[in-house]
């Protein structure tokens, strides 16, 4: 129903900033919450941040709070993730995930997910 594809990874260093977008398919993807993910090696995938579907409320995880800013374009099936201040600690995949609705903290509680972007983050 949806597909979703994420880009703009990359390799930087610490300090620098990076916009992922994640390109949606689908006639009904103004309905659905967006959020981004990451999942570095070794590690559980973790909640990044998250956009509800008119783009009004959105929420961050404390680790990412003041350094990332999410925004979605509708018009453009298109949502962005902007990331300044990057730190080392950044590094991992990047996923950009979708459900109807409400948005959610909980990655299990997404339907639809791209293939993920890398992220390096140099110190």
């Known amino acids: 129903q949806v597909q979703l594809v994420e880009s703009g990874g990359g390799l930087v260093q610490a300090g620098d900033s990076l916009r992922l977008s994640c390109a949606a398919s689908g006639s009904t993807f103004g309905s659905y919450a967006v959020g981004w993910f990451r999942q570095a090696p070794g590690k559980e995938r973790e909640f990044v941040a998250v956009?509800?579907?008119?783009?009004?409320?959105?929420r961050y995880a404390d680790s990412v709070k003041g350094r990332f800013a999410i925004s979605r374009d509708n018009a453009k099936n298109a949502v962005y993730l902007q990331m300044n201040s990057l730190k080392p600690e950044d590094t991992a995949v990047y996923y950009c995930?979708?459900?109807?609705?409400?948005?959610?903290?909980?990655?299990?509680?997404?339907?639809?997910w791209g293939q993920g972007t890398q992220v390096t983050v140099s110190s």
């Open positions: 995930a979708a459900r109807q609705g409400s948005g959610s903290y909980y990655y299990i509680l997404y339907d639809y």
């Open positions: 956009i509800s579907w008119k783009g009004s409320s959105t």
